[in-house]
C-alpha cells in the first residue's frame, strides 16, 4: 500500500533536547511538507521541500530545521531553540510541488510530540 | 496574502440533519480551494477540492461544496449527517502558482447527536 508514514506516533522529550521526527512516503512524491498543529489554531506550515536537496521555510520555521536527502524521506528537527514545541506534527506530500497547486497534499498519521 | 475563515469552531447537528460548515476566503488570485476532515489523533484526508471546474463540487462521503466567488465562499454541506461524520473539518486555500502552500482555516469540530 502506498502511503505516508511518520513515527513515532508518541513521543516524549526533555527540554533542551533536540529530537527528530521521522517522515517517509513511498508515493514517489516530489513535494514535501511539514505542519504543526495546535488546538484551535488549524494546521501552520513549518517546511516544505519541493524537489530533493531543496527545502524552503514555511510560516513559522524558527526552532525547526529539516533535510531533503532522499526523495522518499524528509525527517524535521525540533531543536531545543523552539519555545513552545509540544504539539501534533503532521507531514505530507504531493505529487508535484510547483505550478501544480490544484493538487491534493496526501497526510501521514502524525507525531505527537509533548515536552516534560 | 491568503487566508481562510472558518465560522463556528463548533457545529452541532443531530442524526439525519443538515450539516453546513462554514469557510470564507481571501486570495488575491483564483484560488483553489479544498476541505480536509481529520478523525481524533489522525491525519488529514481530503474531502473534495475546487479547481476552477464546475462550481458545485462533489466529494467523497456524500460531502459536497460550492464555490462562490461573489461570496468568496465554499461553505461544506452534506444533506442528512451520520454518526460517523463526527470529527474536525479544515478548509483550506493555495493560490494557483508557485510553491503549493496551503493554509489552513481554525477548524470547525463537527458533533452529530443521536
Known amino acids: 500500500d502506498g502511503g505516508i508514514t511518520q513515527s513515532p506516533k508518541y513521543l516524549f522529550r526533555k527540554e533542551g533536547q533536540n529530537v527528530t521526527l521521522s517522515c517517509e512516503q513511498n508515493?514517489?512524491?516530489?513535494?514535501m511538507y511539514w505542519y504543526r498543529q495546535d488546538p484551535g489554531q488549524g494546521l501552520r506550515l513549518i517546511y516544505y521541500s519541493q524537489i530533493v536537496n531543496d527545502f524552503q521555510k514555511g510560516d513559522i520555521a524558527e526552532g525547526y530545521s529539516v533535510s531533503r536527502e532522499k526523495k522518499e524521506s524528509f525527517p524535521l528537527t525540533v531543536t531545543s531553540a523552539q519555545k513552545n514545541p509540544t504539539a501534533f506534527y503532521l507531514c505530507?506530500?504531493?505529487?508535484?510541488?510547483?505550478?501544480?497547486?490544484?493538487?491534493?497534499?496526501?497526510f501521514g498519521p502524525g507525531t505527537r510530540l509533548t515536552v516534560l | 496574502a491568503q487566508s481562510v475563515t472558518q465560522l463556528g469552531s463548533h457545529v452541532s447537528v443531530s442524526e439525519g440533519a443538515l450539516v453546513l460548515l462554514r469557510c470564507n476566503y481571501s486570495?488575491?488570485?483564483?484560488?483553489?480551494l479544498f476541505w480536509y476532515v481529520q478523525y481524533p489523533n489522525q491525519g488529514l484526508q481530503l474531502l473534495l477540492k475546487y479547481t476552477s471546474a464546475a462550481t458545485l463540487v462533489k466529494g467523497i462521503n456524500g460531502f459536497e461544496a460550492e464555490f462562490k466567488k461573489s461570496e468568496t465562499s465554499f461553505h461544506l454541506t452534506k444533506p442528512s449527517a451520520h454518526m460517523r461524520d463526527a470529527a474536525e473539518y479544515f478548509c483550506a486555500v493555495t493560490k494557483g502558482q508557485g510553491a503549493q502552500k496551503l493554509v489552513f482555516g481554525q477548524g470547525t469540530r463537527l458533533t452529530i447527536n443521536p
Open positions: 508515493l514517489n512524491h516530489d513535494a
Open positions: 486570495s488575491s488570485v483564483p484560488p483553489y
Open positions: 505530507a506530500s504531493s505529487i508535484e510541488g510547483w505550478g501544480r497547486a490544484y493538487n491534493e497534499q496526501f
